[in-house]
């Protein structure tokens, strides 16, 4: 059974930074592109980052840009997100998502861990 597993949300102040972490348990990584959403209460699940299964091609949301930056470690099963300039509109739980190529949706979603961001 495939299971992502994030890590590394916390409540930072405003301007801060923290590092996200997506384990995941799949058996071949590298099938897989990854991204990164967040959803806040009251609002719609929002895209943030998406990388490609050779971790080669990014891409953002655009409040994202700039600021946040995807990565993997294929050797580790792991996924990042790390997050700079930290805002409190960026409160929100994150979620990572593994997508199969070939896949039009996100195949696996993980629990998600919630940021807060105090300004």
């Known amino acids: 059974q495939v299971q992502l597993v994030e890590s590394g949300g916390g409540l930072v102040q405003a301007g801060g930074s923290l590092r996200l972490s997506c384990a995941a348990s799949?058996?071949?990584?590298?099938?897989?592109?990854m991204g990164w959403f967040r959803q806040a209460p009251g609002k719609e699940r929002e895209f943030v980052a998406r990388?490609?299964?050779?971790?080669?091609?990014?891409a953002y949301g655009n409040s994202a840009k700039g600021r946040f930056t995807i990565s993997r470690d294929t050797a580790k099963n792991t996924g990042y997100l790390a997050m700079s300039n930290l805002k409190p509109e960026d409160t929100a739980v994150y979620h990572c998502?593994?997508?199969?190529?070939?896949?039009?949706?996100?195949?696996?979603w993980g629990q998600g861990t919630q940021v807060t961001v105090s300004s």
């Open positions: 990388i490609s299964r050779s971790g080669r091609v990014t």
């Open positions: 799949i058996g071949t990584f590298n099938s897989y592109a």
């Open positions: 998502a593994a997508q199969l190529d070939g896949s039009v949706e996100y195949d696996y």
